[in-house]
């Protein structure tokens, strides 16, 4: 009863943001506009930028430059207002204007140095420089990730981020990810700011889901960012924010083909006139089934306990990385009913039919449907109110190939409601609000594939302290109350300090907490057949984490150096432990034992007047998972990444040559046997990856694109797709972008 009351809820509260909308468009706006402001904004060299973003502080006006660089703003009242000009690669300015009485701005910005100017959202809430933000981030801009032009996010994240490893687990058939040593239980993935359903396989998220082509940035919170999102995050927080219809009319195409490795086709068009903004996109992607196999056998040698060596060679193995095809749709709708109240409403959906496994009858589609809608009001011009509610719903079915049937195997649902307040005073900006997610479960991993559900409420509060101009702290609780466990609170503390105006130290402690799964506690499931059964434990207790962070940061004139160390801990790790040892293979989740990480990462980012950028990074991880003083982890020590970008505008063209790189080290891991007492040492090959990526921005909004990807023709084993994503060699890649708004000058 309480679950259809609390559909019939959700139902209605999204009713009702839709009938809100659908009423204020039939009336039009609350009153017609009284006064206008007009300008362009333009490069130093006088160019217009087309798509530049105009902010009005204090309120929820957002808006966009045409392809001539134009903008114009409808205020209601006529007061003085303060403009948020920006535009990636360039420094952002903000203007104090009246709203009448002034001719037309020229607002000029002048090229960036580093993207330390840069706004970000995920680390506080609120908007705020990078440079200025306390909590260690990473952002990974639209600039970036068209330089490194990749087929998934994966690909995108390996490029971008040392320190993160994805690997391929050959039985679900899907990737997995490690992130600064922790798994995918400790690396929270949020879409917009919010929590994704669905899982892949292993607890991993379907990073199918995401969209390349519909990404605006990413920004990557180092440790536990627990207070505001979700007490999960123990191991960070990588927040894809999606693009938003900035221009008055915005219309684009994009292919991207690489043959068998992948075709993508996206169409999109977008309108922010007046109050209302829309944008509409649709994309269809699809990659062909590849065989990776080996001519030789991998070698292992197993340390018995009498000190002798055996050496033994398997028999070459292969390894099928099932191909796609891939279905997006998403419309978002945004309207400003006065300067200070707005909504907005986003649907999406996404079907991934996969290729048949070998020797399976039937294929895999996975689905997800998302509906959600937001109401801000910004009551007073520093203080604001947000409510919101999202229904996100993943299911994957089983299609039989020669009959007609298919099966419904897997459905997750996340129904949430959430309010925010967000108010500065002075020197202080508070943050706080509470959520509550019902969650639902049906698995084939459960009992007769049953339904199972949890209820979970959370408490969050936060504070940003500007103390001095070169000091800031923010402390943070989240209190979490789910299923039979107790209350529990989460706290958070990080601060800047910059002594030099060229220097920035940052630190920074918080903790996280992760209640079991649904599937962790619940599960009774007969291992693929095998007689293995596979049980959940309802005495499970929460994982805990913590994380203590150090940076120090260095900017002058297009040099930016930094390194930064971190600490993990954490505590009541769920994993599979043998309810009989010896005596059987059945096995069951139990908290098992504690894990420590600890990592440096180096970064260096250099750019030269003459367009010429280098950026590089390191890390290192200690995993400190050994058994007598064996290696038993899976995480590659060290990782590096190296970019070189030359960009330069020769008449009415703008050219693009990036290089990119990336190298993980060689690892030795041991495997233990309980039986024999023997160790089995398994080596795994450093690995290098690199690309080049030609792109050419020509007049009337043509973009061509040409990459060489994985230009050394390295290719993988198959025997260590545990450890990496196999790859097959060379790849040819052609893209053409085609922005029918500038090629009209609309």
Not at 500 to 509: D, P
Not at 667 to 678: L, P, V, W
Not at 736 to 746: A, Q, R, V, W
Request: proline share 3%; with cysteine.
């Amino acid at each position: 009863m309480r679950n259809k009351n609390m559909n019939k809820f959700l139902y209605l509260l999204f009713l009702q943001l839709a009938v809100a909308w659908v009423n204020v468009r039939g009336a039009g706006p609350v009153s017609p506009p009284k006064y206008t402001v007009k300008g362009v904004v333009v490069s130093v060299d006088g160019g217009p930028l087309a798509g530049a973003t105009i902010s009005v502080e204090g309120t929820n006006i957002n808006t966009g430059t045409n392809a001539k660089g134009e903008f114009a703003i409808d205020f209601q009242k006529d007061r003085v207002y303060s403009l948020r000009v920006s535009f990636v690669g360039y420094v952002t300015r903000r203007i104090t204007v009246p709203s009448s009485g002034h001719p037309p701005f020229i607002i000029r910005l002048i090229p960036a140095e580093t993207n330390l100017n840069e706004v970000v959202v995920t680390g506080t809430r609120s908007e705020r420089p990078l440079k200025d933000v306390p909590v260690i981030t990473r952002v990974i801009s639209r600039e970036e990730i068209d330089n490194v032009n990749p087929a998934d996010i994966t690909t995108l994240l390996e490029y971008t981020l040392p320190g993160v490893q994805f690997y391929y687990n050959t039985m679900s058939q899907v990737p997995e990810i490690t992130y600064q040593g922790m798994d995918s239980k400790a690396v929270l993935f949020l879409l917009d700011g919010e929590r994704i359903s669905g899982e892949g396989g292993a607890s991993n998220i379907d990073y199918s889901r995401f969209n390349i082509d519909d990404i605006e940035r990413i920004e990557v919170v180092r440790g536990a960012a627990s207070t505001l999102y979700d007490s999960r995050a123990i191991g960070g927080v990588i927040n894809i924010i999606t693009k938003k219809s900035v221009r008055p009319v915005n219309v684009r195409l994009h292919a991207r083909y690489a043959g068998h490795n992948g075709e993508q086709y996206t169409a999109s068009t977008g309108t922010n006139l007046k109050r209302f903004s829309s944008l509409t996109s649709f994309t269809f992607r699809k990659r062909d089934t590849y065989l990776v196999s080996d001519d030789k056998g991998k070698v292992t040698e197993t340390l018995n306990p009498d000190g002798t060596v055996t050496k033994t060679e398997a028999k070459p193995t292969a390894a099928y990385i099932y191909g796609y095809r891939i279905m997006d749709l998403s419309q978002k709708l945004s309207y400003n009913f006065t300067d200070r109240l707005s909504a907005y409403v986003r649907a999406s959906y996404y079907a991934n039919t996969r290729a048949t496994y070998l020797n399976a009858r039937f294929h895999q589609r996975y689905e997800d449907l998302v509906l959600s809608g937001r109401l801000k009001w910004q009551f007073v011009d520093n203080q604001s109110l947000e409510l919101s509610y999202i229904r996100d719903i993943y299911i994957k079915n089983n299609v039989y190939d020669r009959v007609d049937l298919k099966e419904k195997v897997y459905r997750n649902i996340n129904n949430t409601v959430r309010m925010y307040y967000t108010g500065t005073f002075g020197k202080h900006t508070i943050s706080g609000g509470v959520d509550f997610l019902r969650e639902d479960l049906k698995h084939h991993f459960m009992k007769d594939t049953a339904n199972v559900h949890m209820n979970q409420f959370s408490l969050c509060l936060q504070e940003d302290w500007h103390i001095a101009d070169n000091i800031d702290v923010v402390l943070g609780l989240r209190g979490d109350k789910g299923l039979h466990y107790k209350f529990h609170l989460t706290p958070k503390i990080s601060a800047l300090y910059r002594p030099w105006k060229r220097i920035t130290l940052r630190a920074g402690y918080s903790q996280g907490y992760r209640i079991p799964n649904l599937k962790e506690l619940y599960q009774e499931y007969n291992m693929g057949g095998t007689g293995i059964m596979m049980y959940g434990n309802k005495d499970l207790k929460p994982e805990e984490g913590s994380q203590l962070s150090a940076s120090v940061e260095y900017d002058h004139k297009g040099l930016n150096l930094a390194v930064s160390v971190y600490h993990n801990r954490y505590k009541n790790k769920i994993t599979y432990e043998y309810i009989e040892p010896g005596k059987s293979w059945n096995m069951r989740y139990a908290n098992s034992f504690n894990v420590k990480t600890t990592g440096v990462e180096l970064t260096a980012n250099y750019m030269l007047p003459c367009g010429l950028r280098f950026s590089g990074a390191y890390a290192y991880i200690n995993d400190f998972d050994k058994k007598d003083g064996y290696n038993m982890s899976w995480i590659r020590p060290h990782s590096a990444r190296f970019s070189t970008l030359y960009k330069h505008r020769f008449g009415k063209t703008t050219e693009t040559v990036a290089l990119n790189s990336q190298w993980v080290s060689r690892i030795t891991r041991y495997s233990y046997d309980s039986k024999t007492k023997a160790y089995t040492r398994s080596v795994y090959d450093a690995r290098t990856l690199c690309s080049v990526n030609l792109r050419s921005e020509l007049p009337r909004g043509i973009t061509l694109g040409l990459m060489i990807d994985n230009i050394f023709n390295y290719k993988d084993k198959a025997a260590d797709s545990a450890v990496q994503l196999p790859q097959n060699g060379i790849t040819y890649v052609a893209t053409l972008g085609i922005n029918i708004s500038d090629m009209f000058k609309l």
